[in-house]
């Protein structure tokens, strides 16, 4: 028992690692990108090294001079001349020590870093990027997935009549008992009631057991090791807006900083710990760019088609068999169900997700409802429904009473 604990412990431990990871690269990134970058001096994306150092040829030019030859002076005229110039090098001279002082403040002033409009908008839009980036992330991770609700647990009778009985017959009939009080129409591959055995409750539409977090999960997308948690109804928002975020992060990453990887790959700029993170920044933000748009692509692709992974690689069944888009809604429907109706709230990490994924507007709720709505498609093929433009169609009326139940 106490291995069995311990052994638990580790993995929960060791489950924390790639999230760990993702924070170390981000906290560096945030670093080599603000302060060795753009507060770093010379190597600043926000002021010119090349005249940094024309600037400082400049001063020293003010220190040292190059006198125009003269011609050779007499013994006293030459004495004066060497203590003036003695006195122009130590600056024994008053007036002479304001003016050096004066130039050497403007000299420094002017080689520090001097941020204008311009650049401190750069630095406003890191910044707003990286909040939202953090900011999503964060939701993504301690976001706790949704279970089922009670009415979808067994009674304590339900569940020992259920144990008790041997055939799977009266099993299925046992579950569908239990079933035809709620609103669930997804059924197993035989046609059966889909039933936890671990959690003991019959599965919500599009509900999902994850093995990892060992819970159902109302409306699982997947399980995902970055963010060590299941990504499901309460959280799948906050997970597509953190790809989102985090593949603009990256390409406004790459993007400022490709131009500075030129100059330290001609040799234009030398300066040596922020050539380094110049060119491990700008490897890894293309790095993850790439990856990140396959992956937001990906789940963009299944948002407008109303899916999960897991209905990807695997059709939802309904009452008549399995059908992959049989919770397609519509493009602008489909958005509605995962950001809200409110368009103010898509790009935040607010929760304004329809429903409380216990259940889910379908297409085949609407035909089996209506069994003349089967027969469109035919009275379109015939040329029978033919109303005038800007009237609403049968499906629609019957959608409409359907999603407001």
Not at 6 to 27: S, Y
Not at 110 to 134: E, N, P
Not at 264 to 285: D, I, P
Request: net charge positive; proline share 5%.
């Amino acid at each position: 028992m106490a291995l069995s604990r311990g052994l638990r412990c580790c993995q929960r431990a060791f489950a924390w690692l790639p999230v760990l990871i993702i924070a170390l690269v981000v906290l560096w990134s945030y670093y080599a990108y603000v302060c060795e970058l753009c507060l770093g001096g010379r190597s600043s994306p926000f002021s010119s090294p090349l005249s940094a150092c024309r600037r400082k040829r400049r001063c020293r030019q003010l220190w040292q001079p190059d006198e125009p030859a003269l011609p050779m002076p007499e013994p006293a005229e030459a004495a004066t001349q060497a203590r003036l110039a003695a006195g122009r090098v130590t600056l024994s001279n008053p007036v002479e020590k304001v003016l050096a002082s004066g130039e050497e403040c403007i000299a420094r002033v002017d080689s520090t870093l001097v941020i204008r409009y311009c650049d401190l908008a750069y630095l406003i839009i890191f910044h707003i990027l990286f909040v939202l980036f953090v900011w999503t992330y964060w939701k993504s991770i301690f976001t706790l997935p949704v279970q089922p609700g009670k009415k979808y647990h067994m009674s304590y009778a339900d569940k020992e009549r259920y144990e008790n009985e041997e055939r799977p017959e009266v099993q299925r009939q046992i579950l569908a008992e239990i079933a035809r009080k709620l609103p669930v129409y997804t059924r197993t591959g035989n046609g059966g009631v889909r039933f936890c055995d671990r959690c003991q409750l019959i599965k919500p539409d599009r509900c999902h057991h994850c093995s990892v977090c060992a819970i159902c999960v109302l409306k699982m997308d997947h399980h995902c090791p970055w963010v060590n948690n299941c990504i499901g109804f309460s959280n799948y928002k906050f997970f597509l807006l953190f790809l989102a975020y985090a593949l603009l992060y990256c390409l406004y990453i790459a993007a400022t900083v490709f131009k500075y990887f030129i100059k330290y790959w001609t040799g234009e700029l030398t300066n040596g710990r922020s050539k380094f993170h110049v060119l491990f920044l700008l490897f890894v933000a293309v790095m993850f760019f790439v990856s990140l748009m396959f992956l937001f692509g990906y789940h963009c692709w299944l948002v407008s088609r109303n899916r999960s992974t897991l209905e990807a690689f695997s059709a939802p069944v309904f009452q008549n068999g399995p059908d992959k888009n049989g919770f397609n809604l519509g493009f602008v429907k489909n958005l509605q169900q995962v950001f809200g109706e409110e368009k103010k709230l898509w790009l935040l990490p607010i929760a304004s997700s329809q429903g409380d994924g216990h259940f889910f507007p379908m297409r085949a709720l609407c035909e089996a409802q209506n069994p003349l709505l089967a027969n469109e498609e035919q009275w379109e093929d015939d040329g029978i429904d033919e109303e005038p433009h800007g009237k609403v169609t049968l499906k629609e009326i019957s959608c409409v009473l359907t999603y407001s139940d």
